[in-house]
């Protein structure tokens, strides 16, 4: 059974449902929505697409990395392979001319370096891996210099430089099994590892050479170098043998022309000779020398030219096979996610079909409703409130009606939780209103007996003239004076005014000697001269009550025998005071965080949470923040706090007040009032200081009175 909501012109737009809504529940509706079907279809599509895409990237990047660095490197160890058989030449024969070996090592230098640098782009992105033999062949290339160096200077023996040599070239064949075995193509991964034995056929050809060449220069083989002749030459034509059948065909076309040729014939009988000639045999060599190093010079290049052709034929192959394998990688990932998104789009189809499209309307039209209500009409009532304004919550929030299913429900939980809040806010307010009233009325009434009780004080001190009753009047004028200023403090805090006011300029001196008069350990204060200036009317209440907290707060948190300090200067921007203490100062955490205070003005709610312990800084703060008087704590230079104070310039009167001011500092009898007097001094002399403290005093308290 349906209802229907009717919709009134005079109904406000956040009660009104244009749609009718059926009894049905949107669980009913959703269930029916094939949304996990869809979410899983993405994860499978994801998790398949990232490891395939992938797999097709990793094949291309090492295939390019194989043909960024192969040629190059061979060509690098190529010119560390004639360099090894000059060297070996050079140590077989210290009379030859060092010339060629010398040339060598400039071509071979120049090889390395771009060997090197194309062995750093390859590492960028190489697997772990790679990059570990890229780091082996590096350091065996960091100690060629101090292996020509030993060589150089007849330090290095034959056996030594052929090891180190050796090393260095397999450093670099190492590098390139490593390379073609990670290649994840089989076919490329193949192709990569005949290159490799390629070249370790030409290596092992060139090393044979080296030792024959070594051999022809000395005229005679050790027995250890004939036997690793030996062995090289076998294996070399055992691996061309073995190799060559699953090379490219460029390569095999090279291998044919290279044993076609001349030199492969000369060489494999120069290499026969010097295999039947071993140590045990007498007589010369049946080999040339000049004729052996043009023979193996000739094919140890042929030979690399195979491997070189080898290698250059897997990488090409293993980028065709990367790139068809990242494009049909590719194109399986891109046709799955349209399945996907074919699939989401006829589920999404079917939610609509399935689905009221009135829900969705329904939906939007209670989340405008709701962020019209939190985001426009809650803070216009909430700045009502705080500027003191009645609110009627019952008018104010008008009911968002959705019917009686699951968005009715939610809707009725908004209008709950709006309600509950402005409510809240509302008794808030009126709570603050309460205390802030209960504030007013205690300090007021304070206020009111603490000033009749001066006026009382200030006729008895004016008629006595018994210095020890003059010096109990003096005692209880001054707690009286300080109790007239802790009522002033909540009158602050509740965001009033103090009574007193002037309507006249009023000199600095007086508004700091009004100031030193209302604190507790007035007799510790040490107040230095003070520029001629005058401060306005309105703000000389504000200026006392300010002074007055800050010294209290030097004096109670000092050494009881230490003094305060006061300084003040005129400055272009406003008076400046400094009031200094020689306590312990404060910890830098409490400093910042106290200027943080002084800085902006405190609410009401920071006040209840942090207590009573800083109340003087809040007042401070208060003040402050009403005359624009900037007030900073800072470490004194021999220990203690400097508060500097400054007052604006707007503050200061244009015309100086009708008083002088004195010239000497002012100070006030430096004696505790909690103290009596000392035995032995005379009535008249005690008589004489009351007195003249009388006068200090009254002169501070008529200003402080606003008189």
Known sequence: MATETVVSADMPPSSRCRVPHRDRTIRARLTRVGVLPSTILLVLWL????????????????ASGMKDTSVSAMKGLVALQKERRLAMERLSRPDIDPAALTSQRTQTDHAIGVMRAN??????????QIETRVRDLEALLARLPQQRARLDSGQATRTETFDFYNRLLDAGVDLFDTQARLVPDLDTSHAGLVGVEMFRAADQMSRAASLGSAALARGQFSTEDHLSFVFLVGSYHSKLATGI????????????????????????????????????????????????????????????????????????????????????????????????????????????????????????????????????????????????????????????????DEIGQVAEAFNTAHHTAVAAAVQENQAKEGINKVFLGIAHRNQGLVHRQLKVLDKMERSEEHPERLDGLFRLDHLATRARRNAENLIILAGEQPGRRWRKPVRLVDIVRAAVAETEHYYRIRVHPTPDVSLVGAAVGDVIHLLAELMDNATSFSSPDSQVQVFSSDTPRGVLLQIEDEGPGMPPADRDEANALLSTPPKFEDITVRGDSRLGLFVVARLAARRGIEVDLRDAAEGGTVAFVRLPTDLVASEPADHPLPTEPLRFPVTDPDVPPQVGHSPERTRGTMTAFQRGTREARRVGNGE
Not at 55 to 60: A, K, L, M, P
Not at 119 to 128: E, G, H, Q, Y
Not at 283 to 303: C, H, I, M, P, Y
């Open 245 to 404: 059948p699953a090379a490219e065909p460029r390569a095999v076309e090279l291998h044919r022309q290279l044993t076609a040729g001349a030199d492969w014939g000369r060489l494999v009988s120069f290499e026969n000779a010097l295999v039947e000639h071993s140590r045990q045999r007498s007589g010369k060599f049946a080999v040339d020398g000049a004729a052996w190093r043009q023979a193996t010079n000739k094919v140890s290049e042929e030979l690399v030219a195979v491997a070189v052709a080898q290698a250059k034929a897997s990488a090409e192959l293993g980028m065709r096979n990367g790139n068809s394998r990242f494009i049909e990688v590719l194109a399986g990932s891109l046709a799955a996610l349209a399945a996907v998104l074919v699939g989401i789009a006829l589920t999404a189809r079917n939610a609509r079909r399935l689905v009221d499209r009135t829900l969705v309307s329904r939906l939007a039209k209670l989340r405008d409703d709701t962020l019209q209500l939190a985001r426009r009409r809650l803070p216009d009532i909430m700045s009502r409130l705080k500027r003191g304004e009645r609110v009627d919550v019952e008018a104010e929030l008008v009911p968002l009606d959705y019917g009686n």
């Open 119 to 128: 062995l750093r782009n390859l590492v960028a992105d190489a697997p772990p």
């Open 47 to 62: 998790g398949f697409s990232s490891l395939t895409v992938y797999d097709g990237y990793f094949s291309r990047a090492v």
